[in-house]
């Protein structure tokens, strides 16, 4: 059973299939039909919808895309759709600014853009330009063009939060969506099952009990079985309630994370630590995505093309693996085997991604460097072809440690082994990073495929070690001319696009 507020109205579910999207819940079962379906696959927006979710007793608003949500990702939560802003007989301002500023025509992809227009004068009410693109990366317009629509959202730009009907009913709303008990029975119909469990404990024995069951996350992956390849599937475990999973935290030297944390609320811990690893979040697919897709899916989905992976090889972080009672930790190097194999077994599942902090290398003259580089063919909303991060440890102009990974080179994200090994005790200089230039392009044997050929990306791969020396040469010859020099500092750079 599901338990969720369709607005304002506590909707109870017990007859629907588990399998369904709440695009489809929408538009075929409670016949709104205002939330449009364009690609089915998180591409356009055109199906973008507001969750209402409470974080520490806080109403949190955030833009979804619905084709790829199964409706039992709605338990205790508030679902608005384009159809609940018209307020009366007035139109939401976020409505009447896309009037007034002439972004819709043929209107397809108007409902979408309003919902992120929506969610974005929630969250940022003094939005600027940056905070619009953002929040706009993830709807595409075939017919109006860009600019009135952006344009539209900037007027809204204000101060002051926005008064409308959802701050008015924000307490009764808080109210109501308390009162849903987090506990749930499995959503049932016919041979299909979807359970909900809220503690690591329940999942593990639950996941025992179904080995053959499927985690569903943010299901920004797994929909992508059900809308694209219209294949069933028999037992859900959804893991989006479990909520000791979905955390955060920092001890002396690393930083953990619960496998459930959507990518977009890993982003200010990571980014303080790592910034490439920031910007690098910034180019992971659009903010509805992220808002839903975890880090944990990302590692266990094992693509070759994952964008996470090759940041957490290089920064050799560690998974925390469950399966009933038992725990183990793996190297994240350690856990890709083959192509969409993992080391994972049966009923074993992610409960944490580990993360070292930087070295504190305040007693000794090492510095580290960290920087990410994602080659794409557009700067939003798109899969890497090639993802590359490097971690170094140079100590008086010597290698003294270097991890380098890729992702879109082999069948899994991998590390660079003849690369590093040309790298670790040399002098750190052009001469070494052109002779491990070539030992990069040994250890990999790229695929073609309609991304990128295999000579470019073998080509960029090795282009993208070359532009790492001679940034972290820069920047370092810089601090020197300005008389900053910290020994010990973590030096990283924006991530680049192509
Ligand atoms: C439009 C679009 C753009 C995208 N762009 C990018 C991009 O730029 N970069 C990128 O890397 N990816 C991208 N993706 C892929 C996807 O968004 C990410 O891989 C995301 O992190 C998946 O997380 P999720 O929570 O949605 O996983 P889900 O879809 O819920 O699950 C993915 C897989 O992981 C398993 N799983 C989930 N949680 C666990 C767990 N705790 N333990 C074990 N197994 C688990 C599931 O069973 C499933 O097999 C994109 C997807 C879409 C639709
Ligand atoms: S229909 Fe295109 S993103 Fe959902
Ligand atoms: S108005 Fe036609 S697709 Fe945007």
């Known amino acids: 059973m599901i338990t969720f507020l369709l607005n304002q109205t506590l909707k109870r579910e017990t007859n629907i299939s588990p399998n369904m999207t709440v695009l489809n819940y929408l538009r ?57 802003l018209k307020n009366k007989q007035s139109l939401h301002p976020v409505q009447q600014a896309l009037v007034d500023f002439h972004g819709s025509q043929c209107g397809y992809c108007t409902p979408g853009f309003i919902m992120s227009m929506f969610a974005l004068s929630k969250n940022k009410p003094s939005a600027d330009k940056e905070d619009v693109m953002e ?38 709303t808080t109210a109501k969506l308390e009162k849903i008990e987090s506990k749930t029975a499995p959503l049932v119909l016919g041979n299909l099952t979807s359970f909900s469990p809220t503690t690591t404990d329940e999942l593990a024995e639950l996941y025992e009990r179904h080995p053959k069951a499927k985690l569903v996350a943010g299901g920004t992956d797994l929909a992508l079985e059900v809308t694209q390849f219209h294949r069933e ?26 496998a459930n944390m959507p990518l977009s609320d890993c982003y200010a811990t990571l980014a303080k630590y790592y910034p490439d690893f920031g910007h690098l979040l910034h180019r ?15 590692v266990a989905n094992a693509s070759p093309i994952g964008d996470t ?93 270097a991890r380098v990974a890729f992702g879109g080179m082999a069948a899994t994200p991998k590390r660079a082994d003849l690369c590093e090994k040309a790298l670790i005790g040399k002098a750190w200089d052009k001469a070494t990073v052109e002779a491990a230039m070539v030992k990069l392009a040994e ?19 090795c282009n993208m070690l070359l532009r790492f020396f001679l940034e972290q040469q820069t920047k370092v010859m810089s601090q020197q001319n300005s008389n900053n020099f910290k020994q010990h500092s973590i030096e990283t750079r924006v991530t680049s696009y192509v």
Do not use: W
């Open 28 to 84: 075929t079962e409670l016949h709104k039909t205002g939330t449009k379906e364009g690609c089915g696959s998180g591409d356009c927006g055109a199906c973008t919808v507001v969750l209402g979710e409470l974080v520490d007793g806080k109403l949190q608003y955030r833009s979804v895309n619905s084709c790829l949500t199964f409706v039992s990702s709605l338990h205790g939560k508030q679902l608005i759709t384009v159809e609940d």
């Open 135 to 172: 929040s706009l990366a993830g709807n595409l317009c075939r017919c109006t063009g860009y600019r009135p629509i952006v344009d539209a959202a900037l007027s809204l730009s204000s101060d002051q939060p926005l008064l409308d009907q959802f701050a008015e009913l924000e307490q009764q």
């Open 233 to 258: 599937i028999e037992t859900l475990i959804n893991v989006t309630g479990v909520a000791d999973m979905k955390t955060i935290r920092e001890t002396e030297q690393d930083i953990v994370i619960g």
């Open 284 to 298: 992971f697919a659009s903010l509805q995505v992220r808002n839903q897709g975890t880090i944990g899916g990302n």
């Open 309 to 401: 992976p090759p940041l957490l090889i290089a920064l050799n972080a560690r998974l925390k693996l469950r399966k009933g009672q038992q725990v183990r930790e793996v190297q994240i190097d350690e856990y890709f085997i083959n192509y969409k194999v993992t080391v994972q077994q049966e009923s074993e599942f992610i409960e944490q991604i580990i993360i070292p902090k930087p070295d504190d290398l305040e007693n000794n003259n090492d510095q580290q460097f960290f920087s990410a580089y994602k080659l794409s063919k557009r700067i939003d909303d798109d899969i890497s072809a090639v993802c590359g991060a490097f971690n170094f440890t140079i100590e008086n102009d010597v290698v003294v440690d």
């Open 443 to 461: 250890d990999f044997e790229p695929l073609s495929d309609f991304r990128a050929s295999k000579e470019y990306r073998s080509k960029t791969a």
